[in-house]
């Protein structure tokens, strides 16, 4: 089965601090997909990034950054020098390419305050 | 370009009724799926719809229906309500169905069940 944890389930920082966001997941496919969503007050989720699981190149995106390990089965996002927008709740999802089950997963969620 | 729409945004319902939401997903997107967000649960898939075929189906009872159409519009119905029904149902569109591809999300159905 396959399995996302986000164990994080709620994160303060001041504003202008880096902020890392765990995301481990579990799947049996050898072909998968990660993705990663923001949810902010406004309710509406956001696609920030997607990983396929070939592809173990890490991103930066402006302030944004990604480092997927395929050893420790983790796709953890970075905020660096975090602002009073980042305010949201983040959501990692794992997508397997197989058949037997490869409905999205997604985990838990990880609520991030930025304190001004 | 629009994104996705659904109908309505808040819904007030008692036990027992039943109850129908709407979604246009993205012009050209031809799969559709649909989530339950709670604070307990977090965000649980319903199920996934392309070119008017449900794909895929989560672990919810049989109460929970959905259907797409021709033009990809699809629509999700969840009949004897209960209090626990409450939630965010959540929409989301992506362009062929492939796995890789991200979901673009609609602002959701809040539904209240009283």
């Known amino acids: 089965a396959q399995k996302v944890t986000q164990a994080q389930t709620e994160i303060s920082v001041v504003e202008k601090e880096d902020v890392t966001l765990d995301c481990v997941y579990e799947?049996?496919?050898?072909?998968?997909?990660l993705f990663w969503y923001k949810q902010p007050p406004s309710g509406e989720l956001v696609f920030l990034i997607r990983r396929n699981s070939f592809d173990e190149q890490n991103e930066i995106s402006g302030r944004y950054s990604w480092n997927f390990q395929k050893s420790t089965s983790s796709f953890n996002f970075t905020i660096t020098a975090s602002q009073v927008v980042d305010s949201a709740v983040y959501f990692c999802a794992l997508r397997g390419e197989g058949n037997r089950d490869d409905k999205i997963i997604f985990g838990k969620g990880t609520r991030l305050h930025i304190l001004p | 370009k629009a994104g996705v729409t659904q109908t309505p945004r808040y819904l007030i319902k008692t036990r027992g009724q039943q109850v129908t939401l709407s979604c246009s997903p993205i012009s050209g997107h031809r799969s559709v799926s649909w989530y339950q967000q709670t604070p307990g649960q977090g965000l649980q898939f319903l199920f996934e719809y392309f070119s008017e075929t449900q794909r895929n189906k989560g672990n919810f009872p049989g109460r929970f229906s959905g259907r797409q159409f021709s033009n990809s519009r699809s629509e999700m119905n969840v009949s004897t309500l209960e209090l626990g029904d409450s939630a965010l149902y959540l929409c989301?569109?992506?362009?062929?169905?492939?796995?890789?591809?991200?979901?673009?999300f609609g602002d959701g159905t809040r539904l209240s069940i009283l």
């Open positions: 989301a569109s992506s362009l062929a169905g492939f796995k890789n591809q991200p979901q673009h």
């Open positions: 799947t049996r496919d050898t072909t998968y997909y």
